[in-house]
């Protein structure tokens, strides 16, 4: 049962940038509020209707490092302060393409924060959902070079 529940879970994660960056397997503390945060946006409650504890996080891990979805996946050591799928990238950008940490960090979250507000103010006004429809675009196209700035090189 532990090993349907830890299925479930990769298919989420197989779908999500976040975690096809690299190889690396996410803290529990990551994948946990990752986990938390794709049921409250996408309403999948029915879909993930069990905990999420340490065990089948280890179910998950053991699928990952066995390449049980195509690719084999390693375990890092991931600092405490990395706890949250934002973090997470930044992280991973930083050791996967030395991208600074502390800069990109800011620059998502400042991505995440005008799409949320995007997201919040869809059902309003058609002029304030185009200002900050491009207010998000241009966000993400300013983590987007400074992404790129580091991944070329």
């Known amino acids: ?3 349907e529940k830890a299925f479930e879970i990769l298919n989420i994660m197989e779908d999500e940038t976040t975690f096809s960056l690299s190889n690396f397997i996410p803290s ?5 509020v990752f986990l938390q945060q794709h049921i409250a946006e996408n309403a999948l409650e029915a879909k993930l209707s069990f905990p999420f504890d340490e065990q089948l996080y280890r179910e998950v891990t053991d699928l990952l490092v066995a390449g049980e979805i195509g690719r084999r996946f390693e375990q890092v050591a991931v600092p405490a302060y990395v706890d949250t799928p934002l973090k997470w990238e930044a992280w991973v950008c930083n050791k996967k393409y030395a ?4 800069e990109y960090l800011k620059l998502i979250e400042t991505e995440n924060d005008a799409l949320l507000k995007l997201n ?4 309003g006004a ?7 429809n491009l207010a998000y675009l241009d966000s993400a196209q300013q983590s987007a070079d400074f992404f790129n700035k580091y991944s070329k090189s």
Not at 99 to 102: A, F, H, K, S
Not at 120 to 123: I, R, S, T, V, Y
Not at 126 to 132: F, H, K, M, N, Q
């Open 1 to 3: 049962m532990k090993r």
């Open 28 to 32: 529990y503390a990551v994948l946990k």
């Open 99 to 102: 991208v600074p940490y502390e």
């Open 120 to 123: 919040a103010a869809l059902d």
């Open 126 to 132: 058609e002029d304030e959902v185009s200002a900050l």
